[in-house]
């Protein structure tokens, strides 16, 4: 046992192994390591077979020849790099040199393996002879080539390692840039692509490339107001500034940010988004950040990227030493937080000032101290006009709402596009809300359009800007609110000086009585910077400030449905009833007229009164200037304005028109209303200097009054308590006021201000009684009654006024005969029928109708006048009344009758009424000696009517034929027929003779066997021979051009 062991030592393997110990170990560590991978992989494997091969042999070689130990241990060494080309990524050896290293290697392990099996199996004695003649050329080779693939595994390595270390260092980069919230910049930017309408963005080029070409606009800033599609057009702006690029050498650098919200609106945000955008695009920026973030972190231990002063020092260093342009886009800066807002731009200014490659542009809404920092910035406004609203309306319904049917979104489309008004944003929101209620039907579209939008979309944006501009402060939200609701029931744009000092007034302390004071309290910037983002852009630097207008109608909409403080929880209610949105407006124009007339209560209107002249001409808005007056009277008028304050023009033209629209809430300012209008005083006839209210009725100032005012311009309600608590004889009120009141008062939408009116006065103010009755009669005639059943109706319960007390005083007075006139000359039949129905019950009344003497009376001259104006149905009415027969007969001091009266006009139908009641008067000869027959035949205007009141008055009537002129054969000038010859009018002369047997020869005349007419033509010579031949034909007279026919006819 003994002797195998010790011959086993002494064998060729076991001398090598011995040999070879400290290269073998770390072969056998790589083999161990490698054989469970092995067996997955048969090439690897295989080659792993080649390598075990080789190792055996040369252990059999070194222990058989000491002296090739040497360089076999050499070779082995080099073994291990074969392993290690497995650990490396191939895509560390995309240019194959590391593979092509290796190919040689085990090519030359290979050869080894052959070679010296080969020299193996000789002879012992020639083995050492064939090693040293064939083994060291390929050891040598293998040394070699596995040096060189040891050089190419170590680039790798150190490729490895150094990518290892950037990728380090990127991560660590990323995570101190909050790269993970970045991402949702890149992933908006694309979102808002989606709803894009490019066309919708055109109009932005001609600007773009002004700024970008010229080397003097660094900066540009695009304004518009709220939701009108800024953040939209910075996208477009975005991707025509990458597309431009791409052509550029050396090509520009782009860094792009939207502020959406309080953290992306942070300088520490927006900062970081720069940086690591631009590290992005410039590698060697990623070294410098290692190197900064260091050195502050060793200094100061504090994390410089929590710093938007370090960030903005880094960001601004990095700017200037760039060698190549950098376009920078920002939005919605408006967003951004007071601090952040001041800091970005004065970074950016003195970048632009220092850095004239780089160039950035902002959008931002309406913001004083955003234009202001940007003065120098090409400025550029969002157009609103109704082409872009409608490619936006089309793109978008076409977009979201293409499950509807053509017809339908053509009807959104053209609902939407009348209410855009250049709100972007109000057309998206419309269109998601009508695709989520899934509303289809045209009815419902409709209405929703036109009626919910606001109410069901708005809330929560309006909100959230409520939220913005206040800065969640109380009182902020509080002069916001009140500026809002202000100018939701203005009666016309106001001013931002106008809006400020309302908004004062509406939080004044109860002290300030003057305007002196008031002035110190007043905060034009501060109200303007609040409501910034809920309206159109104000210039603080015009004459008056601006008109101040809504950003969109829908604010308007929301604000008198929903109180703005109950706008961040209203998507949970439903939209407020009609009645409720009407109460709530009622209750804003309260507000705004208790606050109007605080105004002018102020004592400086009550101190002096300024002349009229100066105000003439200038109602309603402020600043306008006559070009008549002169410069001492402009620099009085500038004075004037000036100690009268800014809300002079307004509450002074228009407190009445909110005056008009409240109720009851109006009673408790009634006191006040009454001292504003105290007749006399200074203060009305101030703010009546600007007012159109007397102008416009044509009365004088020194007219009105408290009743006069109150009765013109205020509720119902509002005149029925002034009556109840003043008595309008005294001291504030004008003399005989409502009698000027009557005037302008008369109307058939004032007839319960009229009943209330009237029920103030006793019956026994006759004067009164008599003109507002007469008053009444004539609006009967004007606003035509008679054809307007609600106006007949109104105005018959204000006639049924005069029944009772108020009839006898009248009758009293004698003034009920002149009221009849009036109503028949005006077709008033309903206070007819109430005067003859008071007559049957009261003695005095009837008197007065129907006087028991037999003469020319009222009732006469009433039935006159209404033949005059041909109202037969008053004719009717009074002819049915009993007694009236007697006192219609009688004639005027000119002896015309009704008939007469009738007969002027040829009225056929007044004639038909009266001619069969009156037939003992038809032949009335009046003072000229002329009866109602004459008057038809003297009518020079030809007509058939004419003919027929002469047949009717012929026929039914019996009238004499010849007027009473009957004492010669020859007709005298008077009679009808000779008249009828007279003018030319055959018709009649054949009527006259045919119907009432008038004698043609009577107008006719003989000389020399001649006829002829008696009188020449008084209108128409030619008709003569008409006439002479239609009497002669009567007659049965020969004409000459009828004898002259005959003997033509007997010659032939």
């Known amino acids: 046992m003994g002797k195998k062991n010790r011959e086993r030592e002494d064998s060729p393997f076991q001398k090598g192994l011995k040999r070879l110990e400290n290269p073998l170990r770390a072969i056998k560590m790589v083999i161990d390591l490698a054989d469970p991978l092995l067996s997955l992989d048969l090439t690897a494997k295989t080659a792993s077979g080649v390598v075990r091969s080789v190792i055996t042999l040369s252990i059999a070689l070194c222990g058989a020849e000491a002296q090739f130990g040497e360089e076999i241990v050499t070779m082995l060494e080099n073994i291990p790099i074969i392993d290690q080309c497995d650990t490396l990524d191939q895509k560390l050896d995309s240019d194959k040199r590391i593979h092509k290293a290796l190919v040689m290697v085990h090519k030359d392990l290979i050869k080894y393996y052959i070679t010296a099996i080969a020299i193996l199996e000789t002879k012992t004695g020639v083995v050492t002879e064939q090693f040293r003649q064939r083994m060291p050329p390929i050891i040598k080779d293998f040394n070699r080539h596995a040096s060189l693939l040891e050089k190419q595994v170590d680039v790798a390595t150190a490729v490895l390692v150094k990518n290892t270390e950037i990728l380090l260092q990127d991560e660590n980069i990323r995570q101190l840039l909050h790269s993970d919230k970045d991402k949702a910049r890149s992933e908006f930017h694309s979102e808002t692509q989606k709803i894009r309408a490019d066309e919708a963005c055109l109009w932005i080029i001609n600007d773009f490339n002004i700024w970008y070409d010229m080397p003097t606009s660094q900066q540009m800033v695009i304004l518009g107001d709220v939701g009108c599609g800024k953040t939209v057009t910075m996208t477009y702006f975005i991707d025509e500034l990458l597309r431009r690029n791409e052509a550029q050498m050396p090509k520009p650098l782009i860094c792009f940010h939207y502020c959406k919200d309080d953290e992306t609106g942070k300088a520490t945000f927006i900062y970081s988004s720069l940086i690591l955008q631009l590290i992005d695009q410039q590698e060697d920026l990623k070294i410098a950040f290692d190197d900064w973030y260091g050195e502050i972190m060793r200094s100061c231990r504090i994390d410089p990227t929590l710093s938007s002063q370090k960030l903005g020092e880094f960001l601004a260093r990095s700017v200037q030493d760039l ?81 509807l049917k053509p017809d339908t979104r053509k009807l959104v489309t053209e609902g939407l596009n009348a209410f855009a008004k250049g709100s972007a944003i109000w057309v998206r929101l419309s269109v998601d809300l009508i695709h989520r209620r899934k509303i289809s039907a045209p009815g419902p579209l409709k209405a929703f359009i036109q009626n919910e939008i606001s109410h069901a979309a708005l809330p929560k944006l309006y909100a959230k800007l409520m939220a913005q501009a206040s800065q969640s402060d109380p009182e902020n939200e509080r002069i916001i609110i009140n500026a809002l609701q202000i100018l939701a029931v203005a009666k016309r744009p106001m001013s931002i000086a106008e809006l400020s000092w309302a908004v004062t007034m509406a939080d004044l302390p109860g002290e300030v009585g003057t305007i002196r004071e008031v002035r110190h309290y007043v905060d034009e910037q501060r109200i303007s910077d609040l409501i910034q983002p809920f309206v159109s852009g104000v210039d603080l630097r015009s004459p008056s400030g601006g008109q101040v207008r809504f950003v969109h109608q829908s604010l308007k909409e929301l604000i008198l449905q929903t109180a703005p403080s109950d706008w961040s929880h209203s998507r949970q209610t439903n939209k407020p009833s009609r009645i409720a949105i009407q109460q709530r ?11 109007c007339v605080c105004y002018l209560l102020m004592e400086e209107f009550d101190e002096v009164q300024y002349p009229y002249e100066i105000y003439a001409g200038h109602h309603t808005y402020p600043g306008g200037v006559p070009g008549d007056l002169s410069d001492s009277e402009l620099e009085i008028k500038r004075k004037l304005e000036w100690s009268f304050g800014e809300l002079f023009n307004y509450a002074s033209c228009l407190w009445t028109y909110h005056f008009r629209r409240v109720e009851a809430e109006s009673l408790p300012i009634i006191p006040k209303i009454v001292e504003l209008t105290r007749t006399g005083s200074n203060r009305l006839a101030n703010w009546s200097a600007k007012h159109d209210l007397f102008e416009y009725w044509d009365v004088q100032t020194y007219q009105a009054d408290p009743l006069f005012v109150v009765a013109m311009c205020g509720p119902e309600v509002a005149l029925q308590h002034l009556l109840q608590a003043y008595d309008i004889h005294g001291p504030e009120f004008q003399h005989q006021s409502a009698h000027a009141l009557l005037h302008v008062l008369m109307d058939p939408a004032n007839i319960s201000k009229l009943r209330l009116l009237f029920s103030k006065h006793s019956p026994g103010e006759v004067s009164f009684t008599v003109r507002f009755f007469s008053r009444a009669i004539s609006m009967w005639q004007y606003h035509g009654a008679t054809e307007s059943a609600s106006n007949k109706e109104k105005l018959s319960e204000l006639f049924d006024l005069v029944r009772g007390p108020a009839t006898v005083a009248l009758a009293l007075e004698k003034q009920i005969g002149e009221l009849l006139i009036h109503a028949a000359s005006n077709g008033c039949l309903p206070m007819i029928e109430i005067l003859f129905d008071e007559a049957a019950h009261n ?18 001259a009433s039935f006159q006048a209404a033949i005059r104006q041909n109202h037969v149905d008053i004719l009717r009415h009074l002819i049915s009344q009993e007694g009236t027969d007697n006192h219609i007969r009688f004639a005027d001091e000119d002896g015309n009758n009704v008939i007469h009266f009738a007969a002027e006009d040829s009225n056929l139908e007044i004639l038909e009424l009266l001619v069969p009641y009156f037939q003992g008067i038809v032949d009335h000869v009046n003072n000229e000696g002329e009866t109602p027959l004459c008057w038809i035949v003297r009518d020079s205007r030809l007509s058939k009517k004419r003919i027929e009141s002469a047949r009717l008055l012929l026929e039914v009537g019996g009238v004499d034929v010849r007027a009473g002129y009957k004492d010669h054969p020859e007709a005298n000038m008077h009679e009808p027929l000779r008249m009828a010859a007279r003018y030319g009018d055959a018709e009649m002369c054949r009527c006259l003779v045919e119907v009432g047997g008038a004698d043609p020869r009577s107008v006719l005349r003989m000389e020399d066997g001649h006829p002829s007419l008696l009188d020449q033509n008084w209108w128409d010579e030619k008709e003569s021979p008409k006439v002479l031949e239609t009497l002669c034909s009567l007659a049965g007279i020969e004409t000459p051009t009828q004898k002259q026919d005959q003997e033509v006819t007997t010659r032939s």
């Open 323 to 403: 060698e190549r342009p950098l376009f920078v886009i920002l939005d919605g800066l408006d967003e951004c937080d007071y601090i952040s807002r001041m800091e970005i731009l004065t970074l950016f200014n003195d970048l632009t000032s220092r850095a004239s490659h780089f160039k950035i542009c902002f959008s931002s809404r309406y913001q004083r101290e955003i234009e202001e920092l940007l003065n120098s910035a090409m400025k550029v406004h969002v157009p609103t006009n109704i082409e872009r609203d409608a490619i936006i309306v089309e793109h978008t319904v076409e977009a979201n709402l293409f499950g």
């Open 585 to 595: 407006h009622i209750k804003l124009e309260a507000d705004l007229l208790r606050l």
């Open 843 to 860: 003695s005095s009344v009837r008197q007065e109708l129907l006087p028991s003497e037999q003469a020319y009376s009222h009732l006469t």
